[in-house]
């Protein structure tokens, strides 16, 4: 059983920095694709970056393109996601997620298989 636990969430002010992690407690061999989505209260969770653990290769959504960067640490089995140029629009839950195979785009929801409990950003 595969557990994901977020971390690195908290309150920054607008145009700040924030990094949030994602660690893995189990081998995730073959689960090689790991997004990050958020949820905003009232809104539906989007996904705002994917990466391939495999291959390293990263996928964004346009709202976060240039700002935020996926990259991932296989040998400690974390992904992280640095945040710069934060907005108050980008405040929400922040979870990361773990699909089969390697991520070929930015997946949808239905498209992972584990979920960390989330990390909250605050923009002010």
């Known amino acids: 059983h595969v557990q994901l636990v977020e971390s690195g969430g908290g309150s920054v002010q607008a145009g700040g920095s924030l990094s949030v992690s994602c660690a893995a407690s189990?081998?995730?061999?073959?689960?090689?694709?790991i997004g990050w989505f958020r949820q905003a209260p009232g809104k539906e969770r989007e996904g705002v970056a994917a990466?391939?653990?495999?291959?390293?290769?990263?996928y964004y959504a346009d709202s976060v393109k240039g700002r935020f960067t996926i990259s991932r640490d296989n040998i400690k089995n974390t992904v992280y996601l640095q945040m710069n140029s934060l907005k108050p629009e980008d405040a929400a839950m922040y979870y990361c997620?773990?699909?089969?195979?390697?991520?070929?785009?930015?997946?949808?929801?239905?498209?992972?298989?584990?979920w960390g409990q989330g990390t909250q950003v605050t923009v002010s």
């Open positions: 997620a773990a699909g089969p195979g390697d991520c070929v785009r930015l997946r949808k929801e239905y498209e992972y298989r584990y």
């Open positions: 189990a081998s995730i061999f073959g689960y090689n694709c």
């Open positions: 990466i391939s653990t495999r291959t390293g290769t990263a």
